[in-house]
């Protein structure tokens, strides 16, 4: 939940007119390899919704794909950070993630500039500190806030084209049918070849790999 002078923040905000509101989300806390990537999207007031937006996980690829294209198309601003495997093991996966959304609302805000008062629904229970704009924290918010559906969605399209590319260099762990997470055969690959540079080693599976070469 939001602390209680943060929550006033937006409150205030709202109630003195601010219109322009970001929606933030991220993909990939969870897999053993590759980034955490977070987007954060913008929307006109007023501009008339897409049809179709939902939660990425609710989405076929195909159909995350086309609104993909449609969301950079008609989005007043949109950033997307990859906050990479490095990262993540030097200060943990909740840090990074919350790193990679200020990074993201930032981009978003210094794209739309300082002429508009701009607030943020960021998804999940947990706000970053030092945002460049009054937010709220929306659990279940992928699901229930259009902007972050499309943040929900840039951002899964994002780290699966990533994934893909990842396995291109390191096509023995299959990481463009499983994206990293921690499948039964990416496990197998993993303990047959050890980790590439682009594993999570904080994860205590890629670890154990380490402990037993």
Not at 43 to 63: E, M, V, Y
Request: glycine share 8%.
């Amino acid at each position: 939940m939001a602390e209680p002078a943060i929550q006033l923040a937006f409150d205030l905000a709202v109630a003195a007119g601010a219109t322009h509101i970001a929606g933030v989300d991220e993909a990939g806390r969870g897999p053993l390899a590759g980034p955490v990537v977070v987007a954060a999207v913008m929307f006109a007031p007023g501009r008339t919704p897409i049809n179709g937006l939902d939660d990425s996980k609710q989405l076929t690829a195909q159909r995350r794909d086309a609104l993909y294209a449609r969301i950079v198309e008609r989005a007043l601003a949109w950033h997307v950070v990859s906050v990479e495997a490095e990262e993540i093991d030097r200060i943990n996966i909740l840090q990074a993630t919350l790193a990679g959304m200020r990074r993201a609302l930032e981009g978003v805000v210094h794209a739309v500039g300082g002429g508009h008062a701009c607030l943020a629904r960021v998804d999940g229970n947990h706000l970053p500190r030092d945002l460049p704009c009054p937010a709220e924290a929306w659990i279940g918010g992928d699901a229930r806030d259009r902007t972050i559906m499309a943040a929900s969605i840039l951002a899964k399209v994002t780290r699966d084209r990533a994934m893909v590319v990842l396995h291109e260099q390191w096509p023995q762990y299959g990481f463009a049918a499983h994206k990293g997470y921690g499948t039964p055969a990416h496990l197998a690959a993993l303990a047959a070849h050890g980790p590439c540079p682009q594993h999570r080693r904080s994860f205590a599976p890629v670890r154990a790999t380490l402990r037993h070469p």
